[in-house]
């Protein structure tokens, strides 16, 4: 019997983040369309040529996106809002741009042809941290092929002499994940197969000979209509003259097993990361003319793999059957290369194996399956030396971090009074006005800060002076919300590298990259910290630039801390030990910074939860265990402060409505969503709810270059009220200004100030 190796993704980023650089140069107006497109296809030969040298035998085509996955689906099948003027035709790379960032006239670099819309909404993509474009569609809604690129791209990797294997979001899937307007999406799928049955003959055309397609919905829990529409999809697009490797991921079928097994596909893949419990049901009940793929090495953490470990469960599945091994998923979730790091600390980084390294691993599995383990020798022997250290080495565990977390009782994720009591408290301390204003934590990193971060760490600049410059932007940012009306202030954030790496950098039990990059979204990148040990914080991290910005102005200055779910779920987790634990102890590290910044005076603290929702998990059945330590771990970060300190969060792109009571267990103070793309759709739930806490819906859409109107905002906020008591909202954007310019933050920002002034209505802050 035979093992193949297949790669179902490869980051789209480049080692050095080449693509993020060519976007962001084309939406600068710097590098031209023909520039992007060839940069674009250098980066996929060389990722094709490096998959092929490490031993990956079956490589994936239209993996490549220039944005998002999601959204090239929804481009490829005619899905285009009207908005966006879509003519029928070729998409236009600046309505596909548009489509991702929105856009705004036809001065705008990034406009598509004289418009201003908004861009699609964004949400994660599963349990991940990847953001995708949720496809917009509407009753009556026409589909057609308005794409070549997944033929296109087939063809450009078979004339450098790699036969890919080419990559296709599934119907069921496309449209699960999708939003209706006036329709469910799913009733939509007898349109919709007919562009499927079109792509795949297009691609047997080419000479494509199997077909990689992903139905990672198919690890959800799903009724009976879902399990209707995948019978009748693959019914459809069964010998289209093409084999289907059908492809899951994120977690196990369950009791989506039978219905899987019967379908006409012929292959399938399985992840045994997330579900190694399901190899044998699977093998019991899929039948062997379907070829299986093996998903045994972790495509969404850095853990090297016990090798011995994977062998000794598929080596009796292999004398039975040809099998594939791969990774559990894309592995756009990993960081590229390993080699790349030159200061990571040995120890650790013997622990660890990144993208390159994974395929690596795979390649020693099929050939000890193949040729035998006396083949591969100094591999095996690498991985067990690697394993052995790691569960030895007095790094990972620390007795005063589990006695501490031991000690935990039930006062400590307890506010002393009920919201209602600390409500009439904090509005006396912090005498605001209707609908305050705020904004979410950070201000814009310009080339200038980042220039002056870089020379810091190169020892250009000495500490002195990089202080003296980092207290300039920020008395410069604070004077200037000062200027503008804006009511709760923030410092800016301009020393800190990102909201996650800046504490673990600070905190006992995080390791970092240089180069460790993950895709967010678009040319979002983001270095997840590595939580490999017990955590506790050594010192105060925020304590000296929240006094030097309260000094800097008489009103109120945000404390502001990433909680603890965010700062797991945005790590790469040590897997030694269960998440909840790991949690518990940031938790207790961020409560030790609350107290600490309390006791300087601060009246308002913000502890950011981004990402809560993003780690629920995907079975019903599992989420409440998740959503208790979770909330827990909020709570016991959170619940020390007296009643008259406000407590904030923050959390970006989730759909609330599942875990509205979670939410509403959190027990903060004041809560900001993002709101803008929705229209404030997403605050439908809260009032449904009767969320009694304040909430501050966001008016601006800081994820695209859009700078809204002051009426825009205006109408945004009208819309909240008529869900919300006026008296409980809040006025601020969806999302930090990080990644904007100063020249779209200033007017939005006076806009939104306006708009907030604007709907003052005289005692509506004090109405019952």
Known sequence: ?????????????????????????????????????????ALRAATWARQRALGADILPSGDFSLYDHVLDTSVMVGAIPARYQWDGGDVALSTYFAMARGTQGAAHKACAHGLDATAQEMTKWFDTNYHYMVPELEAGQRFRVSSTRLVDEFLEAKALGYHTRPVLLGPVSYLMLAKGRGVEPLSLLPALLPVYDELLAALADAGADWVQIDEPCLVLDLDHAQHSAFAQAYARLAGRGVKLMLTTYFGGLGANLGLVAGLPVDGLHIDLVRAPEQLGAVCARVPKTMLLSLGVIDGRNIWRADLDAILTRIAPIATTRDLIVAPSCSLLHTPIDLALEKKLDPDIAAWLAFAVQKIGELATIAKALNEGEADVPAELAAARAAAATRRSSPRIHDAAVQARLAGIDAAMVERRSPFAERRDLQRDRLALPAFPTTTIGSFPQTPEVRKARAAHMKGEIDDAAYARYLRAETRAAIKWQEEVGLDVLVHGEFERNDMVQYFGQQLAGFAFTQSGWVQSYGSRCVRPPILYGDVSRPAAMTVEWWRYAQDQTDKP????????????????????QPRAVSCRQIALAIRDEVLDLERAGAAVIQIDEAALREGLPLRRGDWQAYLDWAVEAFRLSASGVADDTQIHTHMCYSEFNDIIAAIGAMDADVISIETARSQMELLDVFADYAYPNEIGPGVYDIHSPRTPAEGEMTALLKLASQRLPANRIWVNPDCGLKTRQWDEVRPALIAMVAAAQRLRVKGAYDAA
């Open 1 to 41: 019997m035979a093992i193949t190796v297949a790669t179902l993704g490869f980051p789209r980023i480049g080692p050095r983040r080449e693509l993020k650089f060519l976007l962001e140069g084309h939406w600068a107006g710097k590098k031209s369309e023909a520039e992007l497109r060839e940069g674009s296809a």
């Open 557 to 576: 200055m945000k404390g502001m801390l990433t909680g603890p779910v965010t700062i797991l779920n945005w790590s790469f987790v040590r897997d030694d």
